[in-house]
């Protein structure tokens, strides 16, 4: 049970350049999220999502965007990178019921150049 | 609308003294409440819930209505409890949303 996994660990890009953060879990949990990680600001939601082809915007969605295809595997999308999106990005799933425990992966640090 | 505030971003403390981050919330329903813990290089995880009314790590935290906080104590803490702590709090019913405080990072000095 591998948990939340999240690829890469580290990215640079250059300005404009687009890519794709990987978010997969094993657990079979239906709801999912996308932080954003930075000094002073805490965590932020981007995208999240209830279950498969279900989506929905966060605190600060906007340069990302999301899709559900599988219960598995939330993948966000960086359409084209800019320097403010320099950051420590977070997956996380949640077990309803039981506390609402939310589990993290071990984040992305990405770095816009 | 839901806010979390944790006032203090650094708090600092000697091994053996009591430790205490603050939390205050606003939410006009019944919210819960949970502190999330992230030691350095590891992921995020929850440390304890409200509803739970559990002691992790000697670490407790008290949901005070009246006063709309959930403060974190523990009365002598560790080096290794050195870390970021996170306040969050998640609306009622099948709202799964949590809102994240903005974090208070833990020393404890020997």
């Known amino acids: 049970n591998a948990g939340v996994t999240q690829t890469p660990k580290f990215q640079v890009l250059k300005t404009g350049q687009s890519m794709t953060l990987q978010c997969a879990q094993d657990m079979n949990h239906e709801y999912m999220s996308w932080y954003r990680q930075d000094p002073g600001m805490g965590l932020r939601l981007i995208h999240y999502?209830?279950?498969?082809?279900?989506?929905d915007q966060g605190e600060v969605p906007n340069g990302y965007n999301v899709s559900r295809s599988t219960t598995e595997d939330f993948p966000l999308r960086l359409l084209s990178a800019a320097p403010s999106q320099t950051s420590v990005y977070f997956c996380?799933?949640?077990?309803?019921?039981?506390?609402?425990?939310?589990?993290f992966g071990p984040g992305t640090r990405l770095t816009v150049l | 609308a839901q806010r979390v505030t944790q006032p203090e971003k650094l708090l600092s403390v000697f091994k053996g003294a009591p430790v205490e981050l603050k939390c205050n919330y606003s939410y006009s329903g019944s919210p819960e409440l949970f502190w999330y813990v992230q030691y350095s290089r590891q992921r995020l995880q929850l440390l304890l819930r409200h509803i739970s009314r559990e002691s992790i790590k000697g670490f407790t935290a008290d949901l005070n209505k009246g006063e709309t906080s959930f403060h974190l104590k523990k009365p002598f803490a560790q080096e290794e409890d050195s870390a970021m702590y996170y306040c969050?709090?998640?609306?009622?019913?099948?709202?799964?949303?949590?809102?994240f405080g903005k974090g208070t990072l833990l020393t404890v000095n020997p």
């Open positions: 969050a709090l998640k609306g009622g019913g099948s709202n799964y949303k949590l809102t």
């Open positions: 999502s209830v279950g498969a082809g279900i989506t």
């Open positions: 996380a799933s949640i077990q309803p019921g039981g506390g609402y425990e939310q589990f």
